[in-house]
């Protein structure tokens, strides 16, 4: 069999004699996640290609550490590859697109010892549409969309950005984030406006936000009736050292994922996302005098009414409340989940455009 | 010429080369850097000293 090529593509023909010899020798070639792919035969990558409405050999990003050509074509190859449906390129085309944003640092987050990965977040009528799963297990397996579109995401890092592990990618433990990292919004639940208006995107425009997160810190909390309390809860789960926001504050933003029990209890207590924004701000917070104690803190990184002298001040792990986003996600149950991010990068939304055939 | 600890030699010599400069000299010293106290870093940096010059002037 043909894994990939057509006269009108331009990736290289390479032939198989069978299923099995295709995934052994892209297994062989480090073209893979460590799991089985999905052959990109001509057919399934042309669907790919004809679902996005653009031409095959559009440059969509510069990818680093490698610093090659994402294109509509090789994203389809790897997004054939991750197991996705043609429907999903559009999504996939505007993450790889908003990954490559300079406010992003993807060369950072890709080379890094740090334990991040691409985490992607979709918000709008595309979340229906592409049956992207919202409710249970918003971070787990068992949904088409989110694990594909992910797994397509990591795989255009790996094969298109050069992210392999020990050379592209530094890594020094990774994460299980790295397989899939793809996630939606539960507007249905969520008492507030949908994230994408919070971002200055239309109610009815669909976006897509990448995250340079580490894997989820669970926030349980089973006991607090009022907002301050569970969010009390939630500050606590945030104020440690050990990740990098604590010690780049000014550099990055981060993300808070509230299951919809604990965004409904917060919002009956008169609570705008706002308000949960600010009480997060000032509550999250480490003494400088433990700050310290990372051998990598740097005070340039804090804000300006930081006394850095002071060793009692309290610190916040990013510069300003809006730089603490806020989702609702999951399903029912009393979790939220907080995703501390590179620290030294910035989450990018992109609209996921119509296509237009 | 660029200087990288012996544990990152893999991503120095793919960068140089996805960078176009693939004969870019490298000065490797050992590793780890980050968290060694001051006197060490300053060892480290003078027993590579040879080697930055070297570099240098193969590149000159």
Known sequence: MTAMLKEDLVSEALTFKDTEDVIEAFHARRWTDGLPIVPPTPERVNAMIAATGRSAREVVAVVPPRWAEATVENVAVNAVMAGCKPEYMPLLLAAVEAACDPAFSLYSVQATTHPCAVLMVVSGPVVKELDLNYRHGIFGPGFRANASIGRAMRLVLINVGGGIPGSGDQSTQGSPAKFSYCIAENEEACPWEPYRVTKGFAATDSTVTVFSGEGPHNINDHLCQSAHTILAVAADAMAHIGHNNAGSVSKGDLLVVLGPEHAHSIAAGGLSRQDAQQFLFDKARNRLGKVKLRATYKAVNWPAWINPDDDDEMLPIVSVPEHINILVSGGPGKHSAFIPTFGTSFSVTRKIQPVDY | ?60
Do not use: W, Y
């Not at chain 2, 120095?12 to 980050?34: C, Q, R, T, Y």
């Open chain 2, 1 to 60: 010429m660029t200087i990288c600890t012996d544990a990152f030699i893999a991503l120095a010599k793919e960068e140089s080369k996805n960078l176009g400069m693939p004969d870019l000299p490298l000065v490797i010293i050992n590793h780890p850097l980050g968290g060694e106290p001051l006197d060490v870093v300053h060892q480290r940096s003078a027993d590579s000293l040879d080697q930055v010059v070297r570099a240098l002037v193969e590149e000159a």
